[in-house]
T-cell receptor, first 114, second 113 residues
Framework: GAGVSQSPRYKVAKRGQDVALRCDPISGHVSLFWYQQALGQGPEFLTYFQNEAQLDKSGLPSDRFFAERPEGSVSTLKIQRTQQEDSAVYLC????????????FGQGTRLTVV | KQEVTQIPAALSVPEGENLVLNCSFTDSAIYNLQWFRQDPGKGLTSLLLIQSSQREQTSGRLNASLDKSSGRSTLYIAASQPGDSATYLCAVRLAGANSKLTFGKGITLSVRP
């Protein structure tokens, strides 16, 4: 497809369960970002990749969060031992080059931890 | 630390009105600023991107301006329509190596028919 694709769209996890969220960026986009959006808030930065290199992971809230992009295209955000405070929408964005061009966002994955 | 503020949090206007949405940021050393639209339960749609060297950008009924020195941007929507109802977010990208976007909380706009 032409846009950023995220799956699943919705995920309900029991507390303590591990989850994996997938992002397919726009083909050829070098930069990929993950953001977390709590209800009524703006998105908060989690991590970003340039190709397969994770250049900044300063926004990951704990060591339970892990992201990878092994071949420089598809990325996975993994959350281990989910907790209720992890409930949020997780947004993925990609852009053609690092800073100069627009960031395009996917539809997001809404994670609910019960 | 860069902080982005959007006030008010919500706005309701009658159809046809021209309106201005405000965004302010604390660190003027930005690389660019981007305005997004978010519909309920959806992702973000990019509306306009303004580079730090630019003063404004236009797309259809939308016009965004940037005053970097004062730390402000405005999004002007002409002849508002009910279909413009959504949350509008602004985000800034700092100059320097870090490429992340810092977002405001957004302004939820309701255009009444």
């Amino acid at each position: 497809g032409a846009g950023v694709s995220q799956s699943p769209r919705y995920k309900v996890a029991k507390r303590g369960q591990d989850v994996a969220l997938r992002c397919d960026p726009i083909s050829g986009h070098v930069s990929l970002f993950w953001y977390q959006q709590a209800l009524g808030q703006g998105p908060e930065f989690l991590t970003y990749f340039q190709n397969e290199a994770q250049l900044d992971k300063s926004g990951l809230p704990s060591d339970r969060f892990f992201a990878e992009r092994p071949e420089g295209s598809v990325s996975t955000l993994k959350i281990q031992r989910t907790q209720q405070e992890d409930s949020a929408v997780y947004l993925c964005a990609s852009s053609l080059v690092l800073r100069d061009t627009e960031a395009f966002f996917g539809q997001g994955t809404r994670l609910t931890v019960v | 630390k860069q902080e982005v503020t959007q006030i008010p949090a919500a706005l309701s206007v009658p159809e046809g009105e021209n309106l201005v949405l405000n965004c302010s940021f604390t660190d003027s050393a930005i690389y660019n600023l981007q305005w997004f639209r978010q519909d309920p339960g959806k992702g973000l749609t990019s509306l306009l991107l303004i580079q730090s060297s630019q003063r404004e950008q236009t797309s259809g009924r939308l016009n965004a301006s940037l005053d970097k020195s004062s730390g402000r941007s405005t999004l002007y929507i002409a002849a508002s329509q009910p279909g413009d109802s959504a949350t509008y977010l602004c985000a800034v990208r700092l100059a320097g190596a870090n490429s992340k976007l810092t977002f405001g909380k957004g302004i939820t706009l309701s255009v009444r028919p």
